[in-house]
């Protein structure tokens, strides 16, 4: 398990992995906007030295294992492209070694738009890293940077703490979040595949994912995640349609709770009034209510119940 002092320096994210570091932002490849081409070396290219600025073959880095971005949006990649092809990579891509070449731990998106534009090296900072410190700053690079969508920022949570045994707050810690904010993100992974999806492509938001977690029943979630979705319901519609059925379940529940009892009063009031009659019951305490369906039977109520007493 990884100690708490490690997951603080962590927390510190990008600014421990670039410290003071200049690029010159000048330096790039022209394109003609097709993928460059690996070229032939005559010998090994030398090694790059820890933490040095250095200008590495593209085709020698490969994408991150624990990359927790899935998805691409592929106009984002082209205007970041358009941007590189005019000025270079200006924020270096964080590497560390692996086998013969070199592994992305920060800035797989840079890496990608700068093969769309054909440049042959880009500027590098090869860092050694554990697997653990790997993905903890491939999570923090996108959850600071690049913006992950909140199923991938979960998964990527989660994958943290099922790898490496990390409690909830030290994942918090690592991440410069606090608890109750990685607790919310993992219930995101509990709710159905198909809201999940609405999740990540954007049709719901964080806020509705949340107040959907907060329904037991899937078949409900589904339904009021379809409306939502369907009529533009908002956060707070959820909420309300959730308690609303929440407290028609609650008063089903009670009435199949009923004594034999209790039954029978409402039987023998129903038929001394000639309307429907609930009683509801907690301990000692209660109350009875009686319905009535316009105001002329409401008047007959009441003079029945004046003959009463």
Request: hydrophobic fraction near 35%; charge should be positive.
């Amino acid at each position: 398990m990884a100690a708490k002092k490690k997951a603080t320096g962590l927390g510190r994210g990008l600014d421990a992995l670039f410290g003071d570091v200049e690029v010159n932002s000048t330096r790039k490849t022209p394109s003609t906007r097709t993928p460059a081409k690996k070229p032939a070396k005559a010998a090994e290219a030398e090694p790059a030295a820890e933490g040095e600025l250095k200008y590495i073959d593209i085709n020698d880095i490969k994408p991150n294992a624990s990359q927790p971005r899935k998805n691409f949006d592929e106009d984002k990649l082209e205007e970041l492209a358009e941007s590189i092809d005019k000025h270079g990579v200006i924020q270096p891509v964080v590497l560390r070694s692996a086998g013969a070449g070199y592994e992305i731990v920060a800035g797989e998106r840079r890496w990608r738009a700068a093969r769309m534009v054909g440049l042959k090296e880009i500027p590098c900072i090869v860092r050694e890293l554990t697997d653990e410190e790997n993905m903890l700053l491939a999570i923090i690079e996108n959850m600071q940077r690049e913006n992950l969508d909140p199923i991938e920022e979960a998964e990527g949570l989660k994958k943290m703490i099922d790898t490496y045994g990390l409690t909830q707050e030290q994942v918090s810690r690592g991440v410069g979040k606090s608890r109750p904010y990685i607790t919310n993100s993992l219930r995101l992974l509990k709710l159905p595949e198909k809201i999940r999806y609405l999740i990540s492509d954007g049709s719901l938001s964080v806020g509705h994912a949340r107040a959907l977690a907060a329904i037991k029943d899937s078949k409900t979630q589904d339904r009021l995640a379809e409306r939502a979705v369907k009529e533009g319901l908002s956060v707070r519609q959820i909420e309300r349609l959730a308690q609303e059925k929440s407290a028609r379940e609650k008063t089903r529940k009670t009435r199949k709770t009923k004594s034999a009892d209790e039954k029978r009063v409402e039987t023998e009031l129903r038929e001394a009034l000639g309307t429907k009659v609930t009683l509801q019951r907690k301990g000692a305490k209660g109350r009875i209510e009686i319905e009535f369906y316009n105001g002329e039977e409401m008047e007959r109520l009441i003079d029945l119940l004046r003959t009463l007493a």
